[in-house]
């Protein structure tokens, strides 16, 4: 069992920054994937980014160039890093692992965290 928690969400104006950030009860360097996911509402979970098991990066299309995905290893973080924030990206961002290498379909995650709100106004 791994439990996750996310912070960071908040309103933030169209073009501005925000960091997610989810914490893991357990090592997840080179055991667990870990990913973002959002969902807005009246819509499907999308993936939105995810690091492997050690160092590989995945984005979704419409969040590359844009968001950046890190990880610190020692504290059992993830972090997701936005910038130039557009209203679509308005969502409920989830956290999520997998004991495997990266999947960009919720159905593949084992493990979520709670979710947190990001609002982008325009």
């Known amino acids: 069992q791994v439990q996750l928690v996310e912070s960071g969400g908040g309103l933030v104006q169209v073009g501005g920054s925000l960091t997610l950030s989810c914490a893991a009860s357990k090592r997840t360097f080179g055991v667990y994937a870990m990913a973002w996911f959002r969902q807005a509402p009246g819509k499907e979970r999308e993936f939105v980014a995810a690091?492997?098991?050690?160092?590989?990066?995945y984005y979704a299309d419409s969040v590359k160039g844009r968001f950046t995905i890190s990880r610190d290893s020692g504290k059992n973080t993830v972090d997701l890093q936005m910038n130039n924030l557009k209203p679509e990206d308005t969502a409920v961002y989830f956290c999520?692992?997998?004991?495997?290498?990266?999947?960009?379909?919720?159905?593949?995650?084992?493990?979520w965290g709670q979710g947190t709100q990001v609002t982008v106004s325009s």
């Open positions: 690091f492997g098991l050690r160092y590989s990066t």
């Open positions: 999520a692992c997998r004991p495997a290498g990266p999947a960009n379909e919720a159905r593949e995650y084992d493990y």
